[in-house]
């Protein structure tokens, strides 16, 4: 069993940045491959950005390719999402989540590919 709890939400200008920290508890975290998603009220979860247990390999949505990038700290079994140039459209509660499926260079951008969730952080970017 995983906790997952994410931080570092908040109230940005467009243009500016924000990182969402998760932090999990239980199982050692380099067992799990990592993924971010993001839902806002009435649309369906949409992939962000993944990396593998290994954290040696990453993919993006095309919408925030260039813009966000993930990493992981396993000796603080945490998992990052730094988001620069925040627009608007960013604007909505993001959610990490991870399994422990596939090899140590897998990466999952399906949500029905992960087992854990946290309950998410509201990022808010204003016009």
């Known amino acids: 069993q995983v906790q997952l709890v994410e931080s570092g939400g908040g109230l940005v200008q467009a243009g500016g940045s924000l990182r969402l920290s998760c932090a999990a508890s239980g199982r050692t975290f380099e067992d799990y491959a990592k993924g971010w998603f993001r839902q806002a009220p009435g649309k369906e979860r949409e992939f962000v950005a993944a990396?593998?247990?290994?954290?040696?390999?990453?993919h993006y949505s095309a919408s925030v390719n260039g813009r966000f990038t993930i990493s992981g700290d396993n000796a603080k079994n945490t998992v990052y999402l730094q988001m620069n140039d925040l627009a608007p459209e960013d604007t909505t509660i993001y959610y990490c989540?991870?399994?422990?499926?596939?090899?140590?260079?897998?990466?999952?951008?399906?949500?029905?590919?992960?087992?854990?969730w946290g309950l998410g952080a509201q990022d808010t970017v204003s016009s």
């Open positions: 989540a991870v399994t422990s499926s596939g090899g140590m260079d897998y990466i999952y951008i399906t949500s029905n590919d992960y087992d854990y």
């Open positions: 990396i593998s247990k290994s954290g040696g390999s990453t």
